[in-house]
């Protein structure tokens, strides 16, 4: 069982920088994609950002130029770099993993709240 362990929420101002971690318990040797989401009150849990096992990148167009997510030297842990902070990136932000390997397999985190205050 894998657990996906998030830090570096918190309250910045708009314009601001925050990075987000995510940890997992351990190393993973199958194809993957360690990912990004965030859910605002009322509305749908988005796609943030997502990088495969790869190295490919994704982002949704509104954070396209202001976050870069990358993984570290170790490759269990996924960051999120995110610039200049809008109060619209407010929200629950959660760390994702999907292995492929005989079966797909999802993992979540637990959350971590970033507020952006104008």
């Known amino acids: 069982q894998v657990q996906l362990v998030e830090s570096g929420g918190g309250l910045v101002q708009a314009g601001g920088s925050l990075r987000l971690s995510c940890a997992t318990s351990?190393?993973?040797?199958?194809?993957?994609?360690m990912g990004w989401y965030r859910q605002a009150p009322g509305k749908l849990r988005e796609l943030v950002a997502s990088?495969?096992?790869?190295?490919?990148?994704t982002y949704t167009d509104s954070v396209k130029g202001r976050f870069t997510i990358s993984v570290g030297n170790a490759r269990n842990t996924v960051y999120l770099q995110m610039n200049r902070l809008r109060p619209e990136d407010t929200a629950i932000y959660y760390c994702?993993?999907?292995?492929?390997?005989?079966?797909?397999?999802?993992?979540w985190g637990q959350g971590t709240q970033v507020t952006v205050s104008s």
């Open positions: 994702n993993l999907v292995i492929r390997s005989f079966r797909e397999t999802t993992y």
């Open positions: 990088i495969t096992s790869g190295g490919a990148t």
């Open positions: 351990g190393s993973i040797f199958s194809p993957h994609t």
